[in-house]
């Protein structure tokens, strides 16, 4: 069973009802007795769960890779999801790019009861290459495309494909192309909210370019620690929240006015009536409102301290593993036959001697 995570204050008005920064969430819902369990918790008000292709069932289901088989089918978690008398808000994170079609067409049935519900809909994926990685699964525009053809009431959650053991901070180029991805698309708009989301760790390294998220578009950031990943301390928490959320702004900053929604020039006029059909998304929010965290909080200081030595432990061996893999690589590629037989030999005889 994965424990629900941080709860902070919930934001209050209309459109605010599924903000995230609002969210106790249910990680990585992956089975028929965790969603049950997660729709009877009354401390929990948004759920997440990852979606897979299974083989056996030649179908989506709700699992974490490298596990792909579930006795939670994605029909199943949608249907009981938004047929539980407590509504919980429903984020599908999707780990592979072959499922989309199939879950969009599903998701189009359930939209309106979730509008009558006030049940907010978060469709992520790690779209972006990030932090460690030289590629992501998803061709970037072809996602938000689908889904805002698909679900445009939903709420676009929008990642970078990381990886723990090697991956530094989040750099400018890295932002850059997120931020260069909301403009082709003309993201947030009047219809559909954009939650960017970035690992919690990789974002406390250095969060100088992760910021301009926030103060150049009207977009949420949500920081998250992965299924698997080591929870974080009460301190690490108050220091990412003294980063994220101080100076707090709103929507009369210059930066955020100049992002165009429209991809083009905008007449005052224009501006003005979309600044109001925004008013209920995020558009006047400050920055601490707009700030959220669904991480894996340690019980007391003894487990925090554990989980942080082993994710020490993790970074150095991940570390080394992918030197080595570089040492291997290019031992190859710049060495002749001979030469690498004759090493070899050398190698054999020095551990024998």
């Not at 909080?297 to 570390?319: D, E, G, H, K, P």
């Not at 690498?340 to 005889?349: D, M």
């Amino acid at each position: 069973m994965s424990p629900p995570s941080l709860l902070l204050p919930v934001a209050k008005g209309p459109g605010l009802w599924a903000l995230s920064s609002s969210q106790r969430w249910w990680h990585s819902c992956c089975s028929v007795k965790d969603l049950e369990l997660a729709l009877e918790d009354e401390s929990v008000s948004a759920i997440e769960s990852d979606v897979v292709f299974s083989g056996s069932r030649g179908e989506a289901v709700m699992a974490h890779p490298p596990v792909t088989e579930s006795d939670l089918t994605f029909e199943a978690f949608m249907g009981m999801g938004v047929e539980a008398l407590a509504v919980r808000h429903l984020k599908l994170d999707f780990k592979e790019e072959r499922v989309l079609d199939e879950c969009l067409k599903r998701v189009a049935k359930y939209v309106e009861k979730m509008k009558e519900r006030r049940q907010g809909l978060w469709l992520n994926a790690d779209i972006l290459a990030g932090p460690g990685c030289a590629s992501s699964k998803f061709d970037a525009d072809v996602f938000i495309r689908k889904c805002l053809e698909a679900v445009p009431e939903g709420v676009l959650s929008l990642g970078w494909r990381v990886d723990l053991g090697v991956g530094g901070p989040y750099s400018a180029a890295q932002v850059d192309d997120m931020l260069d991805l909301l403009k082709r698309h003309a993201l947030p708009n009047a219809q559909t909210r954009v939650v960017v989301t970035a690992n919690f760790r990789l974002a406390i390294m250095d969060e100088t370019h992760l910021l301009r998220v926030l103060d150049e578009t009207p977009c949420e950031l949500l920081l998250w620690t992965g299924f698997g990943e080591p929870s974080i301390s009460q301190a690490d928490l108050d220091y990412a929240i003294a980063l994220f959320t101080a100076n707090t702004d709103t929507s009369t900053d210059s930066s955020k006015k100049d992002f165009s929604l429209l991809g083009g020039e905008k007449n005052k006029q224009q501006e003005t009536t979309q600044h109001h059909e925004r008013r209920d998304i995020s558009q006047d929010l400050s920055r601490k409102d707009r700030v959220g965290f669904d991480v894996s909080l340690a019980s007391n200081a003894q487990v925090a301290l554990a989980a942080s030595t082993a994710f020490r432990i993790f970074r150095i061996y991940s570390f080394v593993k992918a030197a080595s893999t570089n040492f291997a690589r290019d031992f190859f590629l710049t060495t002749s036959r001979s030469q690498r037989h004759s090493w070899f030999l050398k190698e054999a005889q020095s551990a024998s001697s």
